[in-house]
């Protein structure tokens, strides 16, 4: 039977959230004050603006204390599946107030893309855009990357996050408290942003011959970018704008980082068996499946003959997959050519997206620990079948340690997988309604499920309105992992229909 | 008197014998370069491949001077080079740009790119179309030979947009009175 929510349900979530818009709208004071200093008028207004919904949002939404209530699983999920949508709403306004965006629909899409890391975006015009709405996009991706639910745990929540630390698609808690993991990775989240920031900048500044203000400028917003696996770039070409190897190159260095768990950067960092981490399977599976899909890539390529040498190829196709695999979205070449990378070459930068980066990393997709353990599972069932019926089986892997496949693991890791699945389907089969050819429609869907934002031009402001809302509501699914959303639609359900 | 004219002739001859395969070939050295835009570069960049092409638009982004002595810019080729949006143009899709490579005795030093507030520069660059160059790693960019300035760069004025301000001013005001009058029920 289905228990309608009663007061106290809606006065914990709306205290929690009203708690997490005030930490995101805090966020708005650094493009606040870099337009200040840009003396960039029309944005410095739209952030005051944007500032003052946070706020007073965020302070009617917390004026009622929970009191001896506690947040419970399911409060934690609505909490976080709505963070997702609102944080996006309010965010969006300066960008739809910039004139850049045909509607209020379009500035939203790239929001939730900023936020969910995604990488796809409608805005228009983008190098003439205000360098402060620039850095508050690229903001969004920092902010969604490390978890903005995560920030507010570890400001407020104390030992009550833990569902709202999970209800964000988190998967382990490597210290502790979800308050010290959360404080945890912004601590190295900053230190890798400090040190991004100097590499990048240095590149720009020597290599490429910006000068000291722009070498920060692109350092800065492409560590954004690359470190959270978002996609978003300062100029309109992507990475394409540098014409560099050596950036492309560093570049590649935080799209690493970026798609490895917090988990493994602990464990790098600080862990007492650091290098036993590399044998983990989900490390193992995901410099498998990077080696398979650029192999696919490379050979796809090649027949196509796309590139006259083999150092072209090699640069061009493993950038590319790295950047589809880790979930950034950058690219070398623009979408009219990537829409003409067909057979192999297609299958291996989509499969790379499909995949994914690392569990509790800022990446999206199926997962490495998942594809690792229904490979697992796969290898069992084979063995089960081949084996004398005597024979002993072992489900034993090792992740931080040894660790043992049950049962009810291996149904959650298929179901998850099924749903990303089925999600890529959802979004191809929308498109092909619209008339996109298969392969287009289906490697933007798998784009904007699995958050990378790689494109072949079907997300454009011209898009149809139901594509662009499908979209969206697949950077949401595919960002949290599916059950928050659950959670948020049950609890809509029970509140409707409950006894 | 006839034997001069005669060697005359043979000698003009000669001249077109060897100047007729590089007149007949493709990217002739008498041929003009061919204007192309940049939307018909990205739609199909092999048909241009090595081909000395003419292509107009406003350069933006940054002038990255390198240590070879080249300069790297991007040149956009989209309406917002023509119209820009502050300067009341209209939204017109995404931009559509190339990269260029200025040698520096090409090079007329523009002091800044287009960007926020600034159209730039609007040239007509002539060059050689590079796709997928085995040199630069398999980059496509144009080779530019020869800049021309069409435009000058044009300042483009943005207004205080006051009342999303004076909106933004009333929203704080009312939180910080929500969260004042909060405190004070609770020490109650």
Redesign the interface.
């Known amino acids: 039977m289905l228990v309608r929510p009663d007061v106290q349900d809606f006065r914990i979530i709306s205290y929690y959230l009203g708690r997490v818009l005030l930490v995101a709208g805090a966020f708005l004071g650094l493009p606040l004050a870099w337009a200040l200093i840009g003396r960039?008028?029309?944005p410095?207004?739209?952030?005051?603006?944007?500032?003052?919904?946070f706020?007073?949002l965020?302070?009617?939404a917390s004026?009622r204390p929970p009191g001896e209530h506690r947040l419970d699983w399911s409060h934690g999920m609505v909490v976080a599946a709505l963070t997702w949508l609102i944080v996006p709403a309010l965010g969006s306004l300066p960008l739809a107030?910039s004139?850049?965006?045909?509607s209020p629909l379009d500035a939203y899409f790239d929001a939730m893309s900023g936020l969910t890391t995604t990488g796809l975006s409608l805005?228009?015009?983008?190098?003439?855009?205000?360098?402060s709405l620039n850095f508050w996009r690229h903001l969004l991706q920092f902010m969604g990357g490390q978890g903005i639910v995560l920030a507010a745990v570890s400001v407020f929540a104390g030992g009550v996050g833990l569902s709202l630390f999970y209800g964000e698609a988190r998967e382990e808690r490597f210290l502790p408290s979800v308050a010290s993991t959360g404080r945890f990775i912004w601590w190295a989240s900053v230190v890798h942003l400090l040190f991004g920031v100097v590499v990048l900048g240095s590149v720009a500044y020597f290599?490429?011959?910006?000068?000291p203000v722009?070498s920060l400028f692109?350092g800065l917003l492409v560590f954004f970018a690359g470190f959270d696996t978002g996609g978003f770039t300062p100029?309109?070409?992507s990475i394409?704008?540098y014409?560099s190897?050596v950036f492309e190159a560093a570049t590649a260095v935080f799209m690493v980082a970026g798609a490895m768990s917090f988990g493994l950067h602990y464990a790098l960092w600080r862990g007492p068996r650091r290098w036993s981490s590399l044998r983990n399977l989900e490390t193992r599976t995901l410099a498998f499946t990077l080696l398979l899909t650029a192999t696919l890539a490379f050979l796809g390529l090649a027949v196509l003959g796309?590139?006259?040498?083999v150092?072209?190829?090699a640069?061009?196709g493993l950038f590319h997959v790295l950047s589809a695999h880790t979930g950034t979205g950058f690219a070398?070449?623009?979408s009219?050519?990537l829409v003409r990378w067909g057979g192999l070459a297609f299958g291996g930068v989509a499969l790379a997206m499909a995949l994914g980066g690392m569990a509790s990393s800022t990446a999206g997709g199926v997962k490495s620990l998942r594809v690792g353990l229904a490979l697992r599972m796969l290898k069992n069932q084979i063995k089960l079948v081949l084996l004398p019926d005597k024979a002993v089986i072992s489900h034993a892997y090792f992740q931080g340690g040894a660790k043992r496949l049950t049962p009810a693991l291996s149904q959650a890791v298929l179901l998850v997988s099924l749903l990303y699945v089925a999600l890529y389907l959802l979004g191809a089969g929308v498109g092909l309604a619209y008339g996109y050819p298969l392969q287009d429609a289906l490697f933007e869907s798998v784009s904007a499920s699995a958050n990378v934002g790689l494109s072949v031009g079907v997300a454009?402001?011209?898009m149809p309105i139901l594509l662009e809302v499908t979209y969206i509501l697949q950077m949401w699914l595919g960002r949290l992992e599916f059950v928050a959303v659950f959670a948020l639609l049950g609890f809509c359900v029970a509140a409707v229909r409950g006894k | 008197m006839r034997r001069r004219s005669t060697r005359a002739w043979l000698l003009s001859l000669v001249v077109l014998w060897l100047a007729a395969p590089a007149a007949t070939a493709g990217g002739s050295a008498f041929a003009a370069p061919a204007a192309v835009t940049v939307a018909e570069l990205l739609a199909d960049p092999t048909a241009y491949a090595g081909e000395a092409v003419v292509v107009r638009g406003e350069l933006v982004g940054d002038f990255g001077e390198r240590r070879d002595g080249t300069v790297w810019t991007q040149l956009n080729g989209d309406p917002y080079a023509e119209a820009p949006l502050l300067g009341g143009g209209s939204l017109a899709g995404a931009n559509a740009g190339i990269g260029v490579r200025i040698p520096s005795e090409a090079w007329p030093g523009f002091d800044r790119p287009g960007g926020y507030r600034l159209r730039g520069p609007v040239v007509e660059a002539t060059g050689v179309w590079r796709y997928h160059d085995p040199a630069r790693g398999g980059e496509s960019y144009l080779d530019v030979t020869d800049l021309e300035l069409i435009h000058e760069p044009l300042a483009l004025e943005e207004e205080m947009p006051w009342l999303p301000l004076l909106l933004g001013f009333g929203l704080l005001g009312a939180a910080a009175a929500v969260a004042v009058a909060k405190r004070r029920r609770a020490e109650d």
């Open positions: 960039e008028w029309a410095v207004s739209s952030f005051v603006l944007t500032a003052g919904a706020a007073l965020g302070v009617l004026s107030l004139g850049h965006f045909g805005l228009q015009d983008l190098d003439h855009l205000a360098p290599t490429l011959g910006f000068s722009r692109h100029q309109s070409t394409g704008y014409h190897a796309v590139y006259r040498s150092p072209s190829l640069r061009q070398t070449v623009p009219s050519e454009a402001p011209s």
